[in-house]
């Protein structure tokens, strides 16, 4: 493990998007979810993994659900006003959690980075991505598993090999700093960034991709929504 054993994990959850795809006018993260909503699903776990210590949840900033949550007024989490893109969002986040902490110590600290529209992440997962991660950082993925077709215009132009194509889930763990500098530079050059690692392949690094479970999913289309609920019930019977 290559988190030094004086390091604090902190935990970062982009949570101002608007679920475009979902539809409807109340963001997806607002949904009910097995009895509460999926961001209290999403951060009751994560507030009850002990090895992190601040949470930072970035939220849009006409975002009038938010605050009427319980969960939003818990004294270790500090909100945050995102930005346009899922990027901006992040540093916004990264930037105020920076500023909250001593800045000799926020040289040496790491921050995980995950969706709160992934309510299913388990904390063995997150203990695997943490025991596993390399000094560049790492991010839990899974392999794909259906055939991929290149095409334009709906014609096939030819079939990927999927030998050495992943997807990308979240949690994303890296050292605070190094994943703060290398989103700066990347949105200063406008490229196009879809998740931390993105970031910081862009300035040469090579993070580590930790096997996750598939049932980590992302909450984006309405019928998501019965399945992260189905995920969340068995995910409770194994415990058992
Ligand atoms: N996110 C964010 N700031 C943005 C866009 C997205 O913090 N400007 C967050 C979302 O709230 C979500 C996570 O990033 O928790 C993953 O993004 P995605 O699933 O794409 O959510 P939305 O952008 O809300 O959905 P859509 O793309 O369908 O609009
Ligand atoms: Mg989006």
Redesign the pocket.
């Known amino acids: 493990m290559p988190l030094p054993n004086d390091a604090r994990l902190h935990a970062l959850?982009?949570?101002?998007?608007?679920?475009?795809?979902?539809g409807g006018s109340l963001?997806?993260?607002y949904l009910t979810l097995a009895g509460s909503t999926v961001a209290e699903q999403t951060l009751s776990r994560l507030l009850s993994f002990a090895p992190l210590s601040q949470f930072v949840v970035?939220t849009?900033e006409a975002d009038l659900w938010w605050p009427q949550l319980d969960i939003a007024h818990d004294q270790r989490i500090l909100s945050v006003v995102?930005?346009?893109?899922?990027a901006?969002?992040?540093l916004n986040g990264l930037a105020a959690l920076k500023a909250s902490l001593k800045e000799s110590a926020a040289e040496q600290d790491w921050v995980l980075v995950h969706?709160?529209?992934?309510p299913c992440v388990r904390l063995t997962d997150i203990e695997k991505l943490i025991a596993e991660c390399g000094p560049e950082g790492a991010i839990l993925a899974a392999p794909i598993t259906d055939t991929v077709k290149r095409a334009v215009n709906e014609r096939i132009l030819a079939t990927v090999p999927r030998q050495q194509l992943w997807r990308a889930l979240t949690p994303q763990l890296f050292p605070l700093k190094a994943l703060h500098d290398a989103l700066q530079s990347a949105l200063a050059a406008e490229a196009d960034i879809t998740d931390e690692a993105s970031a910081m392949e862009r300035v040469g690094l090579q993070p580590k991709l930790v096997l996750g479970h598939t049932d980590n999913i992302?909450?984006?289309l309405s019928t998501d929504l019965p399945l992260a609920a189905f995920y969340l019930q068995q995910q409770q019977r194994e415990a058992h």
């Open positions: 959850i982009p949570a101002a998007g608007s679920g475009e795809r979902m963001p997806k993260q970035v849009a995102g930005g346009a893109t899922r901006q969002s992040v969706d709160m529209a992934r992302k909450i984006t």
